[in-house]
RNA sequence: GGGGUGGUAGUUAAGCUGGUUAUAACGUCGGCCUGUCACGCCGAAGGGCGCGGGUUCGAGUCCCGUCCACCCCGCCA
């Protein structure tokens, strides 16, 4: 009993890994007492380390006063234990890996002893995340958080390997970079030095990565921490991380076998599966026209159908809502819901509420009789058979089906239906829960358009970032008709979430002015803003592309985590809040003045 | 900026249409127990229902405001 633990008595072994093969020998463990079971005369303690939980039994005739200590354990004790392995006989616990052993504990030291924590450190209680995250230091014992950062420590491990083997170079950028408007928010750090400035966190390594293509580095990767002042969501965390990627000398295709080669690894090591590539591609167009969006999950069915023409052949069919649907820029889509899957009243009018909830002005309805007529609809009454037959064959509608319509702008509708087929997807349990054979549906979404039209600004706006590079046959449209360019962009999708984005770039100056003009962006303003990069651009810029994949949605997938939040160690609330620091927090006047900054709250 | 859900012992929850001392489980404390692994048994302490107003003879329960958390739209790669 008198061992020295840690200056003499140094750990053997961790909690997970003892087995059978290992009966008869001494060991030491550290670690945190997870549960207790005190039968008086024996002592049981599971043994918690990040490895797993060893079993420790402490009884007078391996050692009295270690067992008379033993009765003083209690939960979340941090300790250390000296005993030998035995084997459980008769009581293995197929539970536990480690559960064919226990260890017979001959010395027991108790380095700290702990106040009872806030809630227990175990994986069933769904505590309230509010207290998870005031006590993250807690929270973060949990067996599954552990789980959750190991494998975001994994996943780093494998992306380094796998460019490291494929040539390329780790190289970071900085995150103190110079505002520029438009895009996402910044968060602004004010400069001391130069008094009025700001600088801002990087959103993105983007201008930068495009530099050591044109420096000539040729294959750059960087795992990066960006940082986005905008509204947070279940997947959206002010500051992320991405993985992030730049080629030079390469096509589309190189870039995606690149990648692909390494989403094949990480799923390979981290879950055991064997990805099939390439990874399925569809155009942006048909993503949008199928699903309503360029995130599709394709766990399940229930595509969009677009009536627009059908509507539009019947000239509206005597419904006055869908004649007005037919003006420019306007659609009529549908949903069929299969009569597998009924819907009360009381449902759809939840749907519709939640349609509203995304901007629909209603959710109109019908629901198929015997002989193909509409009931329980708005439009049953005045709509023509002709219509009504036409529509009903578009969807594919069976008697007893029910089919959901969306007209109006196209946007909008897109956005309605494409939130309703996800609702109705969970809602009819056809989303497969995580690890039931693995359904990782993966998408390269392609070729969308350079330009979308902002309808209140009433111009063409970079659907993403001005330096995407136009399809050759599309250059022409440039000037003429904007809204036809298509581009070398690609968004890689798993079961509906966009994992990563990237993009061709434009590396030759001309191309670059013309696509600055069909924005409306001068000279002046483009120097202003990406004055460097187009000078850049002007000396032998090579061929380049990249992307970035979001390392934090990829851990979350990959554990099944329901947020994103439980994947990060220290996450930030919905308001951007720390609950456990308090940031952010308020600034003592000195430090204002010599920032040369003043709240106005 | 907008819509929705939630906040009751340390924790997780129950508390229906407002009605006497606000329930339970886990945890905690005391006692018993040598084969448990969600150990068991006996006993105890612990909250006044996020906060502030209001309605009422009477408010976790109804109303108004407010704070916090979560989900969504807007926003955002």
Same mark, same amino acid.
């Given at each position: 009993m008198a061992a020295k633990f840690i200056d003499e008595l140094k750990r053997t072994n961790n909690c997970g890994e003892l087995t059978a093969k290992d009966i008869g020998k001494t060991v030491v463990l550290f670690g945190w007492v997870h549960n207790r079971r005190d039968h008086g005369g024996a002592v049981f303690i599971d043994l918690r380390?990040?490895?797993?939980?060893? $079993? &420790?039994?402490?009884?007078?005739?391996?050692?009295?006063?270690?067992?008379?200590l033993a009765g003083e354990l209690r939960l979340e004790y941090s300790v250390g234990i000296r005993g030998v392995v035995e084997s459980r006989g008769a009581n293995v616990n197929p539970?536990?890996?480690?559960?064919?052993?226990?260890?017979? @504990?001959?010395?027991?030291?108790?380095?700290?002893?702990?106040?009872?924590?806030?809630?227990? &450190?175990?994986?069933?209680?769904?505590?309230?995340? $509010?207290?998870?995250? @005031?006590y993250r230091f807690i929270d973060l014992r949990r067996p599954a958080m552990q789980q959750a950062l190991i494998t975001r420590s994994r996943i780093n491990q494998y992306t380094r390997e796998y460019f490291a083997g494929h040539g390329f170079l780790e190289l970071e950028t900085p995150f103190l970079v110079k505002y520029t408007p438009g895009g996402a928010r910044n968060f602004l750090v004010p400069s001391r030095l130069s008094p009025g400035k700001f600088y801002a966190l990087a959103e993105s390594p983007q201008?930068?990565?495009?530099?050591?293509?044109?420096?000539?580095?040729?294959? %750059?990767?960087?795992? &990066?921490?960006?940082?986005?002042?905008?509204?947070?969501?279940?997947?959206?965390?002010? +500051?992320?991380?991405?993985?992030?990627? +730049?080629?030079?000398?390469?096509?589309?295709?190189d870039i995606f076998s690149a990648i692909e080669g390494l989403i094949a690894k990480l799923w390979k090591e981290l879950l055991g599966i064997e990805l099939t590539l390439p990874l399925p591609r569809m155009e942006f167009d048909e993503s949008m026209r199928r699903f309503g969006n360029d995130?599709?999950?394709?766990?399940?069915?229930?595509?969009?159908?677009?009536?627009?023409?059908?509507?539009?052949?019947?000239?509206?069919?005597?419904?006055?809502?869908?004649?007005?649907?037919? $003006?420019?820029?306007?659609?009529?889509?549908?949903?069929r819901v299969p009569k597998e899957h009924p819907l009360s009243r009381k449902d759809l009018d939840d749907l519709e509420v939640e349609a509203k909830g995304n901007g629909?002005?209603?959710?109109?309805?019908?629901?198929?009789?015997?002989?193909?007529?509409?009931t329980q609809s708005p439009m049953a009454k005045t709509i023509t058979p002709e219509l009504r037959l036409a529509i009903n064959q578009a969807c594919g509608a069976q008697p007893g089906d029910l089919i959901l319509f969306q007209f109006g702008r196209e946007a909008l509708v897109h956005s309605v239906l494409a939130n309703l087929r996800l609702s109705l997807g969970k809602r009819f349990g056809m989303i497969p829960p995580y690890g039931s054979g693995g359904q990782w549906r993966f998408l390269?979404?392609?070729?969308?358009?350079?330009?979308? %039209?902002?309808? +209140?600004?009433?111009?063409?706006?970079?659907?993403?970032?001005?330096?995407?590079?136009?399809?050759?046959?599309?250059? $022409? %449209?440039?000037?003429?008709?904007?809204?036809? &360019?298509?581009? %070398?962009?690609?968004?890689?999708?798993?079961?509906?979430?966009?994992?990563?984005?990237?993009?061709?770039?434009?590396h030759k100056p001309d191309v670059q002015a013309k696509v600055f003009k069909a924005l409306g962006i001068d000279e002046e303003q483009a120097k202003a803003k990406f004055g460097f990069l187009l000078d850049a651009l002007k000396y032998g810029a090579p061929p380049h592309g990249g992307i970035a994949l979001g390392m934090d949605r990829l851990a979350m997938l990959i554990t099944g985590a329901a947020s994103l939040r439980d994947v990060l160690a220290f996450p930030k609330t919905q308001k951007g809040t720390d609950l456990m620091t308090g940031a952010p927090g308020d600034v003592d006047g000195k430090q204002l003045a010599e920032l040369n900054v003043k709240s106005t709250v």
């Open positions: 380390d990040r490895a797993g939980l060893t $079993q &420790v039994v402490f009884e007078p005739r391996f050692d009295q006063k270690t067992h008379e539970k536990l890996k480690t559960g064919e052993i226990e260890i017979h @504990a001959t010395d027991l030291e108790i380095f700290n002893r702990s106040e009872p924590t806030p809630f227990l &450190v175990e994986d069933k209680i769904d505590t309230d995340e $509010q207290k998870r995250l @005031a201008l930068f990565k495009q530099l050591f293509m044109v420096a000539g580095f040729d294959r %750059y990767f960087q795992i &990066v921490r960006c940082f986005r002042d905008e509204d947070l969501r279940l997947d959206r965390q002010p +500051e992320f991380t991405q993985i992030d990627v +730049e080629m030079s000398f390469v096509n589309q295709d995130k599709p999950d394709l766990r399940f069915g229930l595509e969009h159908v677009d009536l627009t023409e059908v509507v539009r052949k019947h000239d509206g069919g005597g419904v006055p809502m869908l004649k007005d649907a037919l $003006q420019p820029g306007q659609i009529v889509k549908a949903l629909a002005k209603g959710l109109a309805r019908a629901k198929l009789g015997d002989t193909g007529e509409w390269w979404v392609v070729n969308p358009p350079l330009f979308e %039209y902002d309808e +209140e600004a009433k111009t063409w706006v970079a659907a993403h970032h001005a330096f995407t590079r136009p399809h050759d046959d599309s250059v $022409q %449209y440039l000037e003429t008709d904007p809204g036809k &360019v298509k581009c %070398y962009r690609y968004d890689l999708v798993l079961n509906g979430f966009e994992i990563g984005g990237g993009s061709i770039r434009l």
